[in-house]
């Protein structure tokens, strides 16, 4: 197994949970098919929407960070794959917990559920990024600030999405909001991508 490998298995897994979160939806079959019925059943699926935004959101943020992790990773070990595959099974699970979320975006256990996916995914992230600067897997003096850089945003996404999921118990569309700005943030610093650019 090769570090470029592993990559190459990764986007492909990242690639189809994305492209999965459109089945989501469903054409809507209408009786008496009228462009006002239509647009009323299209407009009634916005939660799913923004569910989807939402996920596609956070599925790129995933790829742009395990790019980053392992852009100068030189060496796997059995813990690294391990860890990966982990974080892969989260990735792929997604779709599922979307459509949940955004079939019921009101209740708490939908967004429980999705809370604990993504909190689960930023668990093992957080340990993957510390095993490879511990580890040696870069095989430098010292990880790079990549790594570095990477591994303290997925330390500070265990906080916010900690936060998220003590808010989906009692106030489900708080803990949405704050993917929301959670995700804004990710995607609008990209500070750690210009390495592997």
Known sequence: MTPARLEQFADGIFAISATLLVLNFA????DNAGNVELVH?????????LAFL????IIVNYWRLHSAMFHDVRVLDHTTILLNTAFLVVAAFIPYATNVAGTY????????????????GAVIGFFMARHLIESGAYQVDGPPEL?????RRIRFSLYIRALGLIFAFFLPI???VIYWVMIIYFLSFSGIDSAST
């Open 41 to 49: 059943a299209l407009t009634s699926q916005w939660p799913k929407l």
């Open 174 to 176: 708080a803990s949405y």
């Open 54 to 57: 939402l996920s596609f959101f």
């Open 105 to 120: 975006p009101t209740l708490p256990a939908a967004a429980v559920l999705y809370s604990v996916v993504l909190l689960i």
């Open 27 to 30: 054409v809507p079959i209408l």
């Open 147 to 151: 790594a570095r850089a990477t591994y």
